[in-house]
């Protein structure tokens, strides 16, 4: 990634940001809880990359979320920079631990096994009282830095912190997808075995993708439970976890700017479709991804792409 | 004791009702290596078909027999228009690609299906207790039980039997295992993979279809009732191995039971056992209990 590149994206979030007071709230709301999925499909690229599919990632999504909930609760923590450092390292940890188990599988049973990791947690989540059962919790207001902005403020804050979040994440996931560990995922897409014979493993390969994957889902469940002021055990469910795949066959695996865009449009779709149709969002959403699938497999990101593909040579992109 | 045996009939009861959705998944996954999602679709519009005949039926106090014909009749009628208009519109065009994103094609039309469902349904709940009533009960050791799910275990059964007949002693169950192990080899020695596509999925889908058509009498027919299911035959088919029909009543058997078991004796960990159970098989038979390994390819 080039400094110019870096300096456009930093000014394209500045202006975001600038531009907040200006905006209605429900706008505001809107996008900071469309950047808290973009974050989570980030991590879904990195996995995609490799050809691995969770179908549970709401598992991360949901471990950061009530992180933050019961953090509030039971040890009073309300400032947000430091809930949401909690969530991502709760978030990684998990990943770390399941990763020895679930860093072995491939294909569907990667799928698999991660969906019905996914729905231990919601299991537990439904059945628990202390983890408030169905209803979920609600979340506290969080302070940042011992400021505590109230009303439209806050919702400001939030943003403004889901911009810092996302502007991290850009810079992050696309240095690892440039590097070395980060261009070997097409390889074990490809071919696995192969990599292997480079002397390189894959099983811990992939153990390390799916940290970082979960440690952004963390990040993303932190940014919806704040943005929400609400958990509850919804955000473990398949689908909530079908939600975020679909974002990312939207979007494509291409860039990480694709992801946030999807996430963006997935919201922007959601609303209207709920809107014009109340009954009937879901006929709407699967459309969409069907046509997607069926017409733009790679993505829409993908068309970005293949115009830049296609123009006249300019120098290395 | 008691809690014994009562763990024992009612995991029994609903192993025979997961075999069913089960066996449907398992065939299609096996034969045409897709992951059928709207297989819940299936189901759910089985259920709501089979409520809507039992209400027509009963109401008009025919005799009771011909109530389970009507279930019957309904689940296929479903099954059959469903699984054609799904499998010659949509899945005909992506035969040959990558698994996933078969599986997130199904997704889709799950998502579609779930909704479709509403507009021709409604949003209210429907009851269909008659055949479930009619069929009267009486009590082993203490202990109520249906005579209609007795012969829910007893259709499981039967289902089980046949469907391994038609597997190994007839002409189409021989074509059909050819094709499982090798599609382009049976394509090759003449066995016409795409008919064969077409009855599979179709038999499939009335299976679904039929799960979701038993399942009514017993339940209160409520929107949604798809999601649970598919996410609960996944785990059977997993545990048992995909694609295997063995596979599925093994794997029905063990969630039924450890799902009785649960509700028996720790009711909070009703969901969580249920997929307990699933990841601890996985860890030790990655490919589930009755599943070929496959081969690695260099």
Redesign the interface.
């Known amino acids: 990634m080039t400094g110019l590149r870096i300096l456009l994206g930093a000014a394209i979030l500045g202006g975001l940001g600038a531009a907040a007071p200006f905006t209605p709230l429900w706008l505001i709301s809107l996008v900071t809880l469309a950047m808290s999925t973009g974050l989570v499909v980030c991590g879904l690229i990195i996995l995609w990359r490799g050809g691995l599919v969770p179908f549970g990632q709401a598992l991360f999504f949901a471990t950061g979320a009530y992180t933050v909930a019961l953090s509030g609760r039971w040890f009073g923590v309300t400032d947000a920079f430091l809930l949401i450092a909690l969530a991502v390292t709760m978030a990684a940890l998990v990943a770390f631990v399941v990763g020895f188990l679930l860093a072995q599988y491939r294909e569907i049973f990667f799928a698999m096994l991660s969906l019905a990791l996914s729905m231990i947690l919601y299991g537990v989540l439904v059945k628990s009282e202390t983890l408030g059962s169905t209803d979920g919790i609600n979340v506290a207001q969080a302070s940042f830095f011992g400021m505590k902005p109230r009303g439209p403020g806050y919702t400001f804050a939030l943003f403004w912190l889901a911009l810092g979040m996302v502007f991290s994440a850009w810079l992050g996931v696309s240095a690892y997808l440039g590097s070395v560990a980060g261009q070997l995922a097409g390889a074990i897409r490809d071919n696995e075995i192969r990599v292997e014979y480079l002397g390189i493993s894959v099983t811990r390969l992939v153990h390390l993708k799916l940290t970082i994957s979960a440690a952004l889902a963390g990040a993303g469940g932190a940014l919806a439970a704040l943005s929400i002021s609400h958990v509850d055990p919804q955000m473990a469910y398949w689908t909530t976890s079908g939600g975020f795949v679909f974002v990312t066959i939207l979007a494509g695996a291409a860039s990480v700017p694709a992801a946030f865009l999807g996430a963006l449009l997935f919201e922007i779709v959601r609303t209207i479709a709920v809107a014009l149709l109340p009954g009937g969002w879901q006929l709407i959403l699967g459309s969409v991804l069907l046509l997607t699938i069926l017409f733009v497999p790679e993505g829409l990101g993908s068309l970005m792409i293949r115009k830049r593909a296609t123009a006249p040579e300019k120098g290395a992109a | 004791m008691i809690t014994v045996i009562a763990i024992v009939t009612d995991g029994l009861v609903y192993a025979a009702w997961l075999f069913v959705v089960a066996i449907g998944l398992t065939l299609i996954f096996g034969v045409m290596k897709i ?1 059928n999602v709207a297989h819940g679709a299936f189901y759910a519009f089985g259920a709501y078909a089979a409520a809507t005949a039992i209400g027509l039926y009963f109401d008009r106090g025919w005799p009771v027999v011909g109530g389970y014909l009507a279930i019957a009749t309904a689940a296929i009628a479903i099954g059959l228009l469903m699984g054609y208009i799904l499998e010659r519109v ?1 899945l005909r ?2 035969y040959g690609k990558d ?3 078969v ?3 199904t ?6 299906l ?3 469902l ?2 021709i349904w409604g ?1 209210d709940g429907r009851s269909a207790y008659q055949p479930y009533t009619e069929a009267g009960s009486f009590t082993v050791g203490g202990l109520p039980l249906s005579v209609y799910d007795i012969g829910l275990v007893g259709f499981a059964a039967l289902l089980a039997i046949a469907a391994s007949y038609t597997i190994k002693k007839t002409t189409f169950g021989r074509l059909l295992t050819a094709v499982i192990y090798d599609r382009e080899t049976a394509a090759a020695f003449g066995v016409d993979v795409s008919r064969v596509y077409t009855v599979t999925f179709l038999v499939g889908a009335v299976l679904g279809a039929l799960g979701g058509a038993l399942t009514a009498p017993k339940i209160s027919v409520t929107p949604g009732l798809g ?1 649970e299911v598919i ?1 609960l035959a ?2 059977v088919v ?1 545990i048992g191995g ?1 694609g295997s029909m063995e596979g599925a009543l093994v794997g029905a058997l063990i969630v039924g039971l450890f799902r009785a078991g649960a509700v028996h004796l720790i009711p ?5 056992s ?3 159970v ?2 601890l098989v ?2 030790f038979r ?2 589930g209990l009755f599943s070929r390994a496959q081969p ?3």
Do not use: C, G, N, S
Not at chain 2, 107 to 112: D, M, Q, V
Not at chain 2, 268 to 272: K, S, Y
């Open positions: 992951l949509f065009r992506v698994e996933v994103v599986v997130l094609i997704y889709a039309l799950f998502l579609i779930e909704d479709v509403i507009l949003t999601v996410v996944f785990a997993a995909m909070q960990l009703e969901l969580f249920i997929y307990a699933m990841a996985l860890v990655p490919q690695r390819k260099i």
